[in-house]
């Protein structure tokens, strides 16, 4: 089946959604308008519950089909998130963002308003013989709302039996799906290293303990780990992002902070990365009269999209755009997302959808395709009423 005729009729109604909430963006933890607008036209759908403050911001709507069922009634999560970015927007559009430092530089503009366009039409039609959980979740972007909602118990709470998540993605075409069985995004450690050696005067270096040339070595040691240590048919990454020292060209510090990034997809490869890391910030700090101290922190563990749930992601997608179109062998992307709480927590599938040729994801130009709306809201659609035909 193609788009949904009535989902094609609102698209122009839910892209001025889009719009609004493009207006008005929100960092995580902090998307206090956004849910207020999402609980209203949830509420004002006809939502059978809309319960909000979960996972401090987020809301969840529950809509119940009204089709005979043949056995106990199935309950399905779709997922959507609503937070923004700390960038500054620089496309220019009449609708751009209104808050300085403040943009929807990944598309959670439109994954909420696609999710509350099928909401509408799920209301409005229920032709299914369960219950349709729509998850509007919170800090995406760095701050583990999809976490905070598993915690709260909102698996349970609504008796979720599988979950559903969708990323819009720049250079797919517009109407096109890509996914995969097994591990589809990394997971993403965080690390701070904090060096400790003597300052001076910058014209007496033997009189120092130099932490910024400890650094420098510390950062070159850690880019042997994926070269030398990680098996070459694996993937992983480790990244120093952040180098902070000194504060005049006369003085050398006494201390040095860096900070970076480790992407994995496997469990054994993450342990060795992790304990390899230790190790070499320890012993270069040492050779240079150094100290360092290390927090490492495992902060979104890898999104492993589930076998049976990914088939029939994948065979809903084909329904609405056609098979040629749909795609199960995505490349694996070292991106991370917290959908993968969600994931762990119940069986499901997370899928990219096309956002065509646009600036890509986190881009201060990037703007989410409206065209795709009836494409994104009809999959959420048809996820529901085919899993839960009666």
């Not at 998307?31 to 509420?43: M, P």
């Not at 959908?339 to 956002?355: E, H, K, Q």
Request: aromatic share 6%.
């Amino acid at each position: 089946m193609p788009v949904i005729n009535r989902i094609a009729a609102l698209s122009e109604e839910i892209a001025l959604w889009r719009r609004d909430i493009h207006r008005h963006p929100e960092l995580g933890f902090q998307e206090l308008r956004t849910a207020g607008v999402v609980a209203d036209k949830l509420r004002a759908f006809g939502c059978d519950e809309v319960v909000p403050g979960i996972g401090k911001t987020g809301v969840v709507g529950v809509i119940r089909g009204n089709r005979p069922g043949t056995g106990k009634a199935r309950v399905i999560g779709l997922r959507a998130d609503m937070d923004a970015l700390p960038i500054e927007e620089a496309t220019g559009l009449s609708y751009q963002s209104q808050s300085a430092g403040r943009m929807h530089a990944c598309g959670h503009d439109g994954h909420t308003s696609m999710l509350l366009g099928a909401a509408k039409y799920l209301a409005e039609t229920r032709n299914f013989a369960g219950t349709a959980v729509l998850i509007f979740q919170p800090a995406e972007e760095g701050g583990g709302g999809g976490r905070e909602m598993v915690n709260e118990g909102m698996m349970e709470r609504f008796g979720i039996e599988e979950v559903f998540g969708l990323h819009n993605k720049p250079g797919l075409p517009v109407g096109a799906f890509e996914l995969r069985p097994g591990p589809f995004m990394a997971a993403a450690d965080r690390f701070t290293v904090e060096i400790t050696g003597k300052g001076a005067h910058a014209a007496y270096p033997q009189l120092s303990v130099d932490p910024i040339v400890a650094g420098c070595q510390i950062v070159t040691a850690l880019q042997s780990i994926v070269a030398r240590n990680v098996d070459p048919v694996k993937s992983a990454v480790v990244s120093v992002t952040v180098f902070e020292a000194g504060t005049a060209h006369n003085i050398i510090p006494n201390s040095a902070t860096l900070k970076g990034t480790v992407r994995t997809f496997d469990a054994a490869v993450q342990d060795m990365i992790e304990a390899r890391l230790r190790t070499l910030v320890d012993l270069t700090a040492k050779a240079h009269g150094a100290t360092a101290n290390i927090d490492y922190q495992r902060y979104y563990p890898a999104t492993i999209n589930h076998e049976a749930q990914t088939r029939f992601a994948a065979a809903v997608a084909a329904e609405v755009a056609g098979e040629a179109r749909v795609s199960t062998n995505a490349p694996l992307s070292l991106g991370a997302e917290d959908f993968s709480f969600m994931l762990n927590a119940r069986p499901g599938a997370m899928i990219w959808m096309g956002n065509g040729d646009t600036a890509g994801l986190h881009h201060p130009a990037y703007d989410f395709n409206d065209a795709a709306i009836p494409v994104g809201a009809s999959y959420w659609a048809r996820l529901v009423e085919t899993a839960m035909g009666g």
